[in-house]
């Protein structure tokens, strides 16, 4: 059976509840406990960490709000139907409610390759987790997200500048972001807003934490910066929530890139 670990609170009616795939670390973490501090619940998923996703669930109950962590493996299809069943019975169980208003689709994994020595193999993997993933998962989980919501699809800054070795990474992601506003389209006559945030180089263990851990590397990428440094998730995770704000209700359809000014 699939894990999942939740506070005993009864939330109140009017908490917003976001879904944020990949929430147990990185980029997602930092967007899961910035919608706590906002006043919001969480569902966040985990593909193998389960103790990770707890302490991201003890983080959020020390802010005084409800979580639930359930396992995902964002490439999987054929599992979402199954997992859309556990979502409806976790907000029926924790919640008293049938929908939730936020869809994060954050998850992720990094694999790099010069063009000419990709696999189809590696393509593949890259294509199920981040663009088929996606594109799927989001329609599994329509039914259950709330008129007048939102959805929030991760891209990357290197859709707009390249790196030798992330070919199809980016590719993988410029489709997140052509989904987007075809979502945004479709979803409107719902009242669903739907946009792209696009982070720049940012100091997670993506890529096996080459920003992070490499001192070259997160060199080079803070001078190319504006403002002199690399990201840290914490750049990210609070503008996610921001977006997801009434203040930004008219915001929709848009690709939002949030790098520090990298290569201007």
């Excluded at 009616?13 to 930092?30: E, H």
């Excluded at 002199?228 to 921001?242: F, K, L, Q, T």
Aim: aromatic content about 6%; glycine content about 12%.
């Amino acid at each position: 059976m699939p894990h999942t670990t939740s506070t005993a609170t009864t939330a109140p009616a009017t908490a917003k509840i976001s879904l944020i795939t990949g929430g147990s670390r990185g980029l997602g973490r930092s967007a899961a406990l910035s919608l706590a501090r906002k006043g919001g619940d969480v569902i966040l998923t985990y593909q193998s960490r389960r103790d990770a996703a707890d302490a991201v669930v003890a983080e959020i109950n020390a802010l005084g709000r409800t979580a639930v962590a359930l396992q995902l493996d964002a490439g999987d299809v054929s599992s979402f139907a199954g997992f859309a069943d556990q979502v409806r019975a976790a907000l029926k169980t924790t919640w008293g409610r049938e929908s939730f208003e936020h869809l994060v689709n954050n998850a992720g994994m990094g694999d790099t390759a010069p063009f000419a020595q990709t696999t189809e193999a590696q393509f593949d993997s890259l294509m199920n987790v981040h663009l088929k993933g996606v594109f799927f998962l989001t329609q599994a989980l329509l039914p259950l997200i709330a008129d007048g919501g939102r959805i929030v699809n991760l891209s990357s800054g290197l859709t707009r500048f390249c790196f030798p070795g992330f070919a199809a990474y980016a590719l993988m992601k410029g489709g997140v972001e052509v989904l987007t506003r075809y979502l945004a389209k479709e979803l409107g006559p719902r009242g669903i807003a739907v946009n792209t945030v696009a982070p720049g180089a940012i100091e997670t263990d993506f890529g096996g934490g080459a920003v992070r851990d490499n001192a070259d590397y997160n060199r080079s990428v803070a001078e190319a910066t504006a403002l002199g440094r690399a990201g840290v998730p914490d750049d990210i995770g609070p503008m996610i929530a921001a977006l997801l704000s009434e203040d930004d209700r008219w915001i929709n359809g848009q690709r939002l890139e949030v790098s520090g000014g990298i290569f201007l």
